[in-house]
Nanobody
Framework: VQLQASGGGLVQPGGSLRLSCANS????????MRWYRQAPGNQRDLVAV???????SYADSVKGRFTISGDVAKNTVYLQMNSLQPDDTAVYYC???????????WGQGTLVTVSS
């Protein structure tokens, strides 16, 4: 299992970015895929979740601005981020939780910087 996150970059306030996360290793049965973010000096916080049945949920801070999509069965998720603000600046990590073992796998992180 090798989760690869991509799509980060520098964007102005009010702009948009789309992050991608895909498993470049052997496909496995996933219960849920999640996006987390960690700003400098802060803990890693959950941003969005997509489960294998397609259900989604979001942190209050991103509701209405971020959308998680993809296909958990294909080990691929995206995070569309709109109306970005400086507080959204962080390293964004994707995470996958295996169905049977509930083991957690992490991608390498992609940096999102929102600044004028």
């Amino acid at each position: 299992v090798q989760l690869q996150a991509s799509g980060g970059g520098l964007v102005q306030p009010g702009g948009s970015l789309r992050l991608s996360c895909a498993n470049s290793g052997s496909r496995f049965s996933i219960y849920a895929m999640r996006w987390y973010r960690q700003a400098p000096g802060n803990q890693r916080d959950l941003v969005a979740v997509m489960t294998s049945d397609g259900s989604t949920s979001y942190a209050d801070s991103v509701k209405g601005r971020f959308t998680i999509s993809g296909d958990v069965a294909k080990n691929t998720v995206y995070l569309q981020m709109n109306s970005l603000q400086p507080d959204d600046t962080a390293v964004y990590y994707c995470n996958a939780e295996a169905v049977i073992t509930r083991r957690s796998y992490w991608g390498q992180g992609t940096l999102v910087t929102v600044s004028s």
